[in-house]
C-alpha cells in the first residue's frame, strides 16, 4: 500500500440529570506509506496520541455545554 487511512471514532454515552446523551467524535488522517518503519511507526503513535487530545478536549467542551442546558 502506498497510502492508508487512520481513523478514529468513538461514542461516549454521559448521563445528566437523568438523561443519556450519546456523543461522537471522529478524527482521520491519510498517510503516505513510509519506507522507513521506524520513522512511520513513530508518526503514526503521535498521530493517535493527537487524536486521543483532541477527542478529550471536545468530550470537556461538550460535557460543559451540556452541564449549560
Known sequence: ??????????????????KTHELHFNESINIKNNSNSFEEDKYERNIKKNFASLIR??????????NDN
Do not use: G, H, P
Request: hydrophobic share 50%; aromatic share 8%; charged share 25%.
Open 1 to 18: 500500500a502506498t497510502d492508508y487511512k487512520i481513523l478514529v471514532d468513538t461514542i461516549i454515552n454521559i448521563e445528566l440529570n437523568n
Open 57 to 66: 478536549e471536545k468530550l470537556v467542551i461538550k460535557i460543559f455545554n451540556l
